[in-house]
């Protein structure tokens, strides 16, 4: 049988007694000072942190995006760990809803210098209060030359949207793929009815009187429309050469053509050509023939491309009408006729 001590007090033959005590305080105290540091540590170390993610706990960041609705966020997912840094767009896809923006997105991401958010952040709209620390988390990390970009359509028609992008930075490009008010109003009807199915006819949303013929630009899938109107409150805040166009349809018809003119715009080298598409006869859209990240061909999701309503040429004639003046002082302005009359 060994020699133990007894409790204390420690009889005289127990001369290191005092010396293991301290250890054990010593010991006790490290051990505290190791799951005091653990704790601080948790939410901050796993993320690898950039000095962004230093600033915000990492369960204030989504994973993902604040509101996709039935966009494709995550069609091409961005690998967004290894080098880099988190920083805040340089280029803005900010409209139109419907125009073909995921399209444009997903084209661009394919160049080597373009790293782009999937999701819509709805920072500039929605999400403002969050601030720019939170806008820059949901960044995917760049290389020094490479552009970060990200898309949300409802910035062209939000009042707010130029005077918040112009405060970030002035030097802000920004991209509206615009189509045709008519098709892009029908388009919008059609993405509303797959997910409320009871919802009144587009004719009669579409009018205040039907006998009379009035419009009702109440209706947001009309108001998107008159693109000259929200221009104008884009221009008190940039520069039109800061603005590109591109067309919705010649997005479908030229996807490389436009494509072309985007990166000249953005200042890259024009490395997506005809090359990269391919048209799909399933489909009845350009395609890529190899994705981001992937050596597999790439067709934009089932909500995108919708087959549309059948809407009544009297009324289809009768928007064309309303439209046709605003589209006439839209193509002045931008200085470019997209034949939509
Ligand atoms: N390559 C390709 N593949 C599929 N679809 C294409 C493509 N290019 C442009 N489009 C058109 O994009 C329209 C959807 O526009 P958005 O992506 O801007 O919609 S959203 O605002 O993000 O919901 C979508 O509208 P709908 O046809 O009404 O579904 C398409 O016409």
Redesign the pocket.
């Known amino acids: 049988m060994g020699y133990s001590c007894p409790p204390p007090p420690c009889p005289p033959p127990c001369p290191g007694a005092p010396l293991r005590r301290r250890a054990a305080l010593l010991a006790a105290m490290l051990l505290l000072l190791w799951v005091y540091a653990l704790y601080s540590c948790a939410g901050y170390c796993a993320s690898a942190p950039g000095p962004a993610s230093r600033l915000l706990p990492r369960a204030q960041v989504p994973a993902r995006s604040a509101s996709a609705?039935?966009?494709e966020p995550g069609a091409l997912s961005t690998f967004s760990s290894g080098a880099g840094t988190k920083k805040l767009p340089q280029a803005i896809i900010i409209g139109v809803?419907?125009?073909?923006?995921?399209?444009l997105l997903e084209f661009l991401r394919v160049h080597p210098d373009v790293r782009a958010v999937g999701a819509e952040p709805h920072f500039f709209d929605r999400n403002y209060e969050r601030g720019l620390r939170w806008y820059r988390e949901l960044m995917p990390k760049t290389l020094e030359g490479q552009i970060t970009m990200e898309k949300t359509?409802s910035y062209f028609v939000t009042r707010e949207a130029p005077a918040r992008i112009s405060a970030m930075s002035r030097d802000t490009k920004l991209i509206v793929?615009v189509r045709d008010p008519v098709t892009r109003a029908i388009?919008d009807y059609?993405?509303t009815l797959s997910k409320k199915p009871d919802i009144p006819s587009f004719e009669s949303l579409t009018f205040k009187n039907r006998t009379t013929g009035l419009i009702d630009t109440s209706w947001s899938a009309i108001q998107i429309g008159i693109y000259a109107k929200h221009l104008d409150n884009w221009l008190q805040f940039f520069p039109m050469d800061q603005i590109l166009f591109v067309s919705?349809e010649r997005?479908?018809s030229d996807?490389a053509g436009e494509l072309g003119r985007v990166q000249d715009f953005l200042g890259l080298k024009r490395i997506i050509t005809d090359k990269h598409f391919y048209f799909n006869q399933t489909?009845g859209?350009?395609?890529l023939k190899k994705a981001e990240g992937s050596s597999k061909p790439h067709?934009?999701g089932k909500t995108?491309?919708?087959t549309?309503p059948n809407i009544h040429p009297e009324v289809v004639q009768r928007l064309r009408d309303f439209y046709r003046p605003f589209n006439m002082k839209f193509y002045q302005m931008t200085g470019h006729d997209f034949g939509w009359d």
């Open positions: 609705e039935d966009d809803k419907k125009g073909g923006t995921r399209a359509p793929v388009s059609t993405q919705g997005l479908i996807p489909k859209f350009p395609c067709c934009l995108k491309g919708r549309h």
